[in-house]
Nanobody
């Protein structure tokens, strides 16, 4: 599966963006999917994921209530709706597929069997 992320841009604080991650290839629906971000000088962090088998979603505490992940298997696409953007949301956002492990509300997406997209830049001005 190859992934192509899009939808990033420059937005004022308080605004919204919807990122898309289009998958090509077969068996997209066989994978869980997630969104990650990496801000300058910081490590990459997982912000949201959606479980393959039932569509349950998980979020990082820092984005709960503002980020919404969804997927449309018919379109082979995963989305990330970002509302009430903050300057600290500025980062390159990546999508990925893989096998999801969960521990209560915690989650880990093992991407060894999946793929990564190329990233899309989100810049939030104050």
């Amino acid at each position: 599966v190859q992934l192509q992320a899009s939808g990033g841009g420059l937005v004022q604080a308080g605004g919204s963006l919807k990122l898309s991650c289009a998958a090509s290839g077969v068996f997209f629906e066989s994978y869980s999917a997630g969104w990650f971000r990496q801000a300058p000088g910081q490590e990459r962090e997982g912000v949201a994921c959606i479980r393959r088998r039932d569509g349950r979603t998980y979020y990082a505490d820092s984005v709960k209530g503002r980020f919404t992940i969804s997927r449309d298997n018919a379109k082979n696409t995963v989305y990330l709706q970002i509302d009430n953007l903050k300057p600290e949301d500025t980062a390159v956002y990546y999508c990925a597929t893989g096998d999801l492990s969960t521990f209560g509300d915690s989650w880990y997406l093992n991407t060894a069997s999946g793929s990564w997209g190329q990233g899309t830049l989100v810049t939030v001005s104050s």
